[in-house]
């Protein structure tokens, strides 16, 4: 093992992921070299995992709060008041470098990370769900990834007892060296009792719960902040080891000590392991902290100071304990069967000292190894805004049946039933709306109140035009919501991208930032919590920009909710919004003509518009009207009267009224829009409160048979559409079964 007092190298300064300018402010902070295990904590601090050093700047510019936000960002969730004295807490966080060197269990610890973000400020998880991106499907270790990711993700959730509700899986090469995992969790609190991390008072119990430490993980946040090489397969010992049983034990001991009285404060140990939970709470409170580790329950003999400040063992908590009611909360913990240990006290003189057989291994200013970490101003450079694309530039399909059959078997189109599948959604007996549609539905308590969730982004919009991407990320998600019927609350994001030491890069970073803050001002929709993830990158290959939204949504009663799915014959179809024959950057241009289309621009989002649109069909919902209600994304109209078509087994006959090219409606990618369907009866009123709402809103065809036809097209057995739909992803995940 190394030794505590090993001579502080060039070459380790840079084996810890410092630059030279780096060690040179850690030498200036404390005067003088720093032992091994300085070094090591200074390193997990000050990456980028954990410090935002490349991203704090933007950060900053985002809208954060709100009449209902109680929490945003720099806690370990944010926080949303839901009314009856209820709060909603939830976040997205990255696991994406674990997955892919250990795709189960990088996913499934990354499941577990969430969740005690959620929990550990008194929440009682209600619904999990994951953004998943692969690599194209042909490479060599996408269906491995995939397996193992879905497996992980499942075996977690499942086992914890949390129903994994929604999602989005999608492929692209961009994703060959590196997946991406983002998960998403929600809890439930009582508003007046949230528990955060500040630590508060001197001299008090600094308490370790949960699990044993080990050596999992250790450099597990400084791997998450650099790009993969040709070694990735090397770093399987910094994947963290998790354990969901000890974590649903550990979520019923923290809760039951939280109704205790006993907690001050409490923090998860997430990435850094000991060191980041210690700095965070001591350093938000103004005090200094100092730990034993002697005392520090480990599973493994012989475990240096180095190894346990830096473990990512799972499954474990810190907290500061009321000194009077010790003995009661301990004996909460072994009831549980959890280790409870009391490691060390707080201090009033702002040092992070750490002792080992009673020697100082550690002895640092507590607020600067948190609060000091570098701020970089990174240059970029934003391209040039792309050009929009003609609807006559684009060629017409000889078969547009053929075309949405073939588009609706598309890896990035074809059903997730296989991986959703996988996932108790049903757990907790309070799903109103699972997997496959706009958004999910959960019923709160004994209702009638619930709670919608969705995960959204289109990466290839962010690639060509990052401002719109991210406008578009946001707006989608605010849809997804609408067409359940929901009030939009809040959303947090999981920000992906590659190295922002490239101007490039950081443009992306910059363009979309900019384009989710525009969009969350203009929808009312703050950002209360999220996760930036960089350097996602191999071989000096990036991928596609991807910030993915995470968005909650409030429903009154839960009884007055629409899904995707047709409900009866003979009902009328109606597109709300405007279709302009958008095509740029449409799955259409991409999968179909395949045009090069890396240049082309992606529809514009108008905010304007998607509140004045969205409001009305919330009204409508809300009121009844509406029986079916989709939001219009990827595909299209005819992409999306198709999935309503399978979802309720119903077909439909489409008329449109267009002077657009059959094919150009059919597929363009037009934003702000939705296929609504209600009685016959009902279509003529409702045509009337669009037009006096200022709505476009116009038939396009009537529900009913087995079939789904096109005026001008021929006709498509839903047989034939769901067999299809169905088929791709199990088709292709048995195919490897064999290899």
Known sequence: MIPNDIRITPELVAEHGLKPDEYQRILDLIGREPTLTELGMFSAMWNEHCSYKSSKKWLRTLPTTGPRVICGPGENAGVVDIGDGQAIIFKMESHNHPSYIEPHQGAA????????????????PIAALNAL???EPDHPRTRHIVSGVVAGIGGYGNSFGVPTVGGEVNFDPSYNGNCLVNAFAAGLADADKIFYSQAKGVGLPIVYLGSKTGRDGIHGATMASAEFGEDSEEKRPTVQIGDPFSEKLLLEACLELMASGAVIAIQDMGAAGLTCSAVEMGAKGDLGVELDLDKVPCREAGMTAYEMMLSESQERMLMVLDPAREKDAEAIFRKWGLDFAIIGKTTDDLRFRIKQHGEVMADLPIKELGDQAPEYDRPFVK????????????????????VLTKMLGLPDMCSRRWVWEQYDHLIQGNTAIGPGGDA??????????????????????CAADPQEGGKQAVAECWRNLTAVGAEPLAITDNLNFGNPEKPEIMGQFVGCIEGIGEACRALDFPVVSGNVSLYNETNGKGILPTPAIGAVGLLPDIAVRTT?????????????????????????????????NDRSAPPPVDLAVERRNGDFIRTEIRGGNLTAVHDLSDGGALVAVAEMAMAGGIGAALAPQTALPLHVWAFAEDQARYAVTLPESSATAFLER???????????????????????????????????HEGWLPAYMAAGAEL
């Open 440 to 461: 999910a539905v959960v019923r709160i308590g004994d209702g009638p109140k619930g709670l919608a969730f969705t995960l959204d982004v289109t990466p290839r919009y």
């Open 690 to 724: 669009a037009a006096k709402a200022g709505v476009p809103a116009t038939r396009i065809g009537t529900t009913g048979d087995a079939e789904l036809t096109l005026e001008g097209a021929k006709p498509i057995s839903l047989k034939l559409l769901r067999d299809v």
């Open 564 to 596: 995707i799915a047709f409900k009866a014959a003979g009902e009328a179809i109606i597109l709300v919004g405007e279709t302009k024959g958008h095509l740029g950057q449409s799955i259409y241009l991409r999968d179909i003509a395949r045009i090069a």
């Open 383 to 402: 391209a040039a805004k792309p050009a929009p694309l003609a609807p006559s530039d684009v060629p017409a399909p000889n078969d547009i049946a053929e």
């Open 109 to 124: 610890t990354g499941v577990g990370g969430i969740l005690r973000d959620v929990f550990t400020m008194g929440a009682r």
């Open 133 to 135: 991106r692969f690599g």
